[in-house]
């Protein structure tokens, strides 16, 4: 049963989280975890996305977890965002 903070369900689809851990955590944290990790499928609500078009060494997790700015400044060679469009309207170069 869920109480008024969103906690005892889960609220994923995909999760490598314990089922345990999930119930007990509030729906508002729950969807703030990177979809790679917890799938609630939240990601595009909360601007939690990787911008990577090409190859990127840095784990997925890790990349829609990254604020825009910083993706924007990793190098291509580690983090490929070449065209990718971000929030502001710039292009990756």
């Known amino acids: ?3 008024e903070r969103g906690q005892g369900v889960s609220h994923a689809a995909d999760s490598k989280l314990p089922e345990t851990v999930q119930s007990k955590v509030p729906a508002s944290v729950e969807h703030n975890v990177p979809d790679s990790v917890h799938d609630t499928g939240a990601n595009p609500q909360t601007g939690k996305v990787s911008h990577a078009t090409g190859k990127s060494i840095v784990p997925q997790a890790l990349q829609e977890g990254l604020p825009e700015k910083v993706e924007k400044v990793v190098p291509n060679k580690i983090h490929d965002t070449k065209g990718a469009t971000f929030s502001d309207g710039s ?3």
Do not use: L
Request: proline share 0%.
């Open 1 to 3: 049963m869920q109480n």
């Open 91 to 93: 292009v990756g170069k």
